[in-house]
């Protein structure tokens, strides 16, 4: 997983907590491995859509694009 990890606090509301505890035991995972997963795939989710509405954005030119990813 991560060489280096740091406790963090937040705070979920309930429901969403009894969701997160029951899934775990069915799982038999730690909630942080659930909530580390679900987190990886909101992000990775949020960037598609930033890369979709860049593609989208038609003031953006082909070649600044792929300068701005270095390619």
């Not at 580390?36 to 859509?49: C, G, I, Q, R, S």
Request: glycine share 2%; proline share 3%.
């Amino acid at each position: 997983m991560y060489k280096t990890v740091k406790p963090t606090t937040f705070t979920l509301p309930l429901s969403l907590l009894a969701e997160l505890d029951a899934l775990a035991a069915d799982l038999g995972k730690k909630k942080t491995a659930i909530v580390t997963e679900a987190l990886e795939m909101y992000l990775d989710f949020n960037d598609l859509k930033q890369a979709e509405q860049r593609l989208d954005d038609k003031n953006i030119k082909a070649d600044d694009f792929f300068e701005e990813l270095g390619v």
